[in-house]
């Protein structure tokens, strides 16, 4: 029932209504003493919708979605090799708002916002007030792919690429379908997850149109973040004729297991997903508690292909800074 009341609202109305009060969160989740184990930042503060929160089962300190986003205690020990731009980004800006790390596509942050807080996010340090490209840097983005014949692809990331309106974000279609070596366009995103409706008639119609390929890659750890509402709006998606695949950063405690991976493929799969990347989680301060060690990371993939058909086995990578791609984790080092 309250699910269904939250669901009919659009979408830019749950993204304003999201649950910033760790207090109303955990009342609403009957986890009251869960008080003593959680803080509240100062920066990158805790955010929920609450779509997303019907996802959690009540009373359970352990669910998975609610460990995604609940600031723990554990943030605010300081880890050494844990650090803040972990992948070296700020370094890689040619422009204002851009990322060229790998020779046939670029990533543009077109926005800092995001619907949801992920403790484990490694952009949570990033400086987005001094990195997000104006309209007067659109220009300049135009003029550096012209100049490098050899980038066909342009990802749309963030933040949440899906958090701004249609219509600056098709503005931003507008542009990079204008450009004519361009042949796919791709977003990163969580909202399909987190606030469903975001994939309205509006935006599917603008997509299934463009001259690109339009490839979303969305960012589900647990298949519990697909529930039937969100697999309708998905499917909607691929019937726009849009690719879509999954990427999910491997998370102690929270996915690090088995039949946990094996039943995020199957959902992703029956909802019209595949699988691409399962990373390694980035060693981004504050995100420790979150890792867990290579070896058993290894172990984990191992037993999930001998339960999965190929089409539905996630990539292991590692992102490494200076790199030009995104590193194949080494799967032979233990067997
Ligand atoms: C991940 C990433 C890409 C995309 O890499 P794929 O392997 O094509 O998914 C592109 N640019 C940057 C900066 C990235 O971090
Ligand atoms: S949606 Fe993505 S960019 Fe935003 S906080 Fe979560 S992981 Fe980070």
């Given at each position: 029932?309250?699910?269904?009341?939250?669901?009919?609202?659009?979408?830019?109305?749950?993204?304003?209504?999201?649950?910033?009060?760790?207090?109303?969160?955990?009342?609403?989740?009957?986890?009251?003493?869960?008080?003593?184990?959680?803080?509240?930042?100062?920066?990158?503060?805790?955010?929920?919708?609450?779509?997303?929160?019907?996802?959690?089962?009540?009373?359970?300190?352990?669910?998975?979605?609610?460990?995604?986003?609940?600031?723990?205690?554990?943030?605010?020990?300081?880890?050494?090799?844990?650090?803040?731009?972990?992948?070296?980004?700020?370094?890689?800006?040619?422009?204002?708002?851009?990322?060229?790390?790998?020779?046939?596509?670029v990533l543009l942050t077109i926005t800092g916002a995001c619907a949801i807080h992920c403790r484990y996010c490694f952009r949570q340090h990033f400086d987005y007030n001094a990195n997000m490209p104006t309209s007067a840097v659109q220009e300049d983005i135009i003029a550096y792919i012209n100049e490098h014949p050899?980038?066909?692809?342009?990802?749309?990331?963030?933040?949440?690429?899906?958090?701004?309106?249609?219509?600056?974000?098709?503005?931003?279609?507008?542009?990079?379908?204008?450009?004519?070596?361009?042949?796919?366009?791709?977003?990163?995103?969580?909202?399909?997850?987190?606030?469903?409706?975001?994939?309205?008639?509006?935006l599917l119609e603008r997509l299934a149109q463009s001259r690109c390929h339009i490839v979303m890659v969305i960012h589900c750890n647990h298949a519990n973040e697909i529930d039937e509402h969100t697999s309708t709006y998905l499917k909607r998606a691929r019937a726009a004729n849009i690719m879509l695949l999954n990427q999910t950063v491997l998370l102690a405690g929270i996915n690090d297991d088995v039949d946990t991976q094996v039943d995020l493929s199957l959902r992703l799969f029956a909802a019209g997903v595949l699988p691409y990347y399962l990373h390694m989680l980035d060693k981004v301060k504050g995100a420790a508690h979150f890792d867990a060690d290579e070896r058993s990371n290894i172990e984990l993939y191992w037993l999930m292909l001998a339960k999965l058909p190929g089409y539905l086995m996630p990539k292991l990578v590692r992102e490494l800074p200076n790199r030009p791609f995104k590193v194949p984790v080494d799967i032979y080092k233990i067997n």
């Open positions: 029932m309250i699910n269904h009341l939250i669901t009919q609202k659009n979408w830019q109305t749950q993204l304003s209504e999201a649950i910033t009060s760790i207090d109303e969160l955990l009342v609403l989740l009957g986890l009251e003493s869960l008080r003593e184990q959680v803080y509240t930042p100062e920066h990158f503060k805790m955010r929920v919708p609450r779509a997303f929160v019907t996802k959690m089962r009540v009373g359970d300190a352990d669910d998975p979605l609610l460990k995604q986003v609940l600031p723990d205690n554990q943030e605010q020990i300081a880890v050494t090799g844990y650090v803040a731009d972990p992948l070296a980004e700020n370094e890689q800006n040619p422009i204002k708002g851009m990322l060229h790390k790998y020779e046939s596509r050899d980038i066909s692809e342009v990802i749309l990331s963030g933040g949440d690429p899906l958090s701004i309106s249609n219509r600056r974000l098709f503005a931003w279609l507008d542009t990079l379908e204008s450009i004519e070596q361009l042949t796919t366009i791709r977003l990163h995103t969580r909202l399909p997850l987190v606030i469903p409706e975001r994939l309205d008639n509006e």
